[in-house]
């Protein structure tokens, strides 16, 4: 038994398609969330710690 | 230190983790300029998949050092024993390609690490212009970046 009127569930309705991913790329998304761009800044500031420290680690003991 | 049968096999492990290192720098490397294409592009998918592609290469890179610590333990008994140093440590000159190997690691380190410098400041620039659009659609004037004076009041 479905809600509403009688005969409602016999109705053609269309069920709203999911977007796919391809159709979302094409959705102008206007300027990035800033979220998302903490999100690139933190893990490139780890990246810089890391290389920092390869090259303390690659370079002479004079050099650290 | 003598540069015996089994330092030579230290070397040769060594070296080996050194080119893992450089192809591991070299996945970074792509991220990072995938990363600000995406940033220019507006592209959230891409830069989403960046910080995924850059955090894989950045985790494995960790690994690998920690696995070159091991190495130089076995090899000098120093696990932080810096590279370079390895030089003065023998009595004769090191295995060339060890050398390479550490000339390349050193040399696109480097340059990893300013293009990853010009991507903080990419990143703070679309910060930047996202708080300036949204000053905009708030007050409906563009915030003006301070300007120099204008020549009258400069010059008087």
């Known amino acids: ?64 | 230190m003598d540069l015996d049968g089994v330092a030579l096999l230290g070397f040769a492990d060594l070296t080996l983790a050194l080119e893992r290192e450089g192809r591991l720098i070299g996945e970074l490397h792509c991220a990072i300029l995938r990363q600000r294409e995406a940033v220019a592009r507006g592209d959230v998918a891409g830069v989403e998949s960046s910080i995924r592609l850059a955090s894989r290469a950045l985790l494995t890179l960790q690994e690998t050092q920690r696995h070159r610590a091991t190495l130089l333990r076995r090899l000098v008994g120093d696990p932080a024993s810096p590279l370079a140093d390895l030089d003065t440590q023998f009595d004769a000159a090191l295995p060339e390609t060890f050398l390479a190997a550490r000339r390349r690691v050193q040399s696109s380190a480097a340059e990893v690490a300013e293009e990853i410098w010009r991507n903080q400041e990419v990143l703070l620039g679309a910060l930047r212009e996202r708080d300036a659009l949204l000053r905009e659609l708030l007050t409906g004037s563009r915030p003006t970046a301070p300007a120099d004076p204008p020549a009258a009041i400069a010059e008087g």
């Open chain 1, 1 to 64: 038994m479905s809600a509403g009127w009688p005969g409602r569930a016999e109705e053609p309705m269309e069920e709203p398609a999911l977007r796919s991913r391809a159709q979302e790329s094409r959705i102008p998304l206007g300027p990035l969330d800033p979220t998302i761009i903490h999100r690139a800044r933190a893990i490139n500031a780890d990246a810089l710690r890391a290389i920092d420290d390869l090259l303390d680690q690659i370079s002479d003991s004079g050099r650290r």
